[in-house]
């Protein structure tokens, strides 16, 4: 049974910081390609951060380049997130999707409110 369940997510002021991870379990993680989407209500889901199987290559939104930092520990079957100089327009659900050939896996998601 494949599982992915992010975690971190929470309230924050305009500016902070928050790291979110998403830990992969029922399948080969190092096997997967992972990215970070985001939706907030009303919107399409935007894809935040893709980052290679091995973790030697990542690429980010425009909107969060410079800020947001993708990153994965193949070793602990766990992806991450480090988001940094949060706006209130990052306020979304994210989400973590695994990806390789016709195998698509999603989590649940975890919620980021940046509000003063």
């Known amino acids: 049974q494949v599982q992915l369940v992010e975690s971190g997510g929470g309230l924050v002021q305009p500016g902070g910081s928050l790291r979110l991870s998403c830990a992969a379990s029922?399948?080969?993680?190092?096997?997967?390609?992972m990215n970070w989407h985001r939706q907030a209500p009303g919107k399409k889901r935007e894809l935040v951060a893709a980052?290679?199987?091995?973790?030697?290559?990542?690429i980010y939104a425009d909107s969060v380049k410079g800020r947001f930092t993708v990153s994965r520990d193949n070793a602990d079957n766990t992806l991450y997130l480090q988001m940094n100089n949060l706006k209130p327009d990052d306020t979304a659900g994210y989400f973590c999707?695994?990806?390789?050939?016709?195998?698509?896996?999603w989590g649940q998601g975890t919620q980021v409110t940046v509000s003063s």
């Open positions: 999707q695994a990806g390789e050939g016709q195998d698509n896996y």
């Open positions: 029922g399948i080969t993680f190092s096997r997967y390609a």
């Open positions: 980052i290679t199987r091995a973790g030697d290559s990542s």
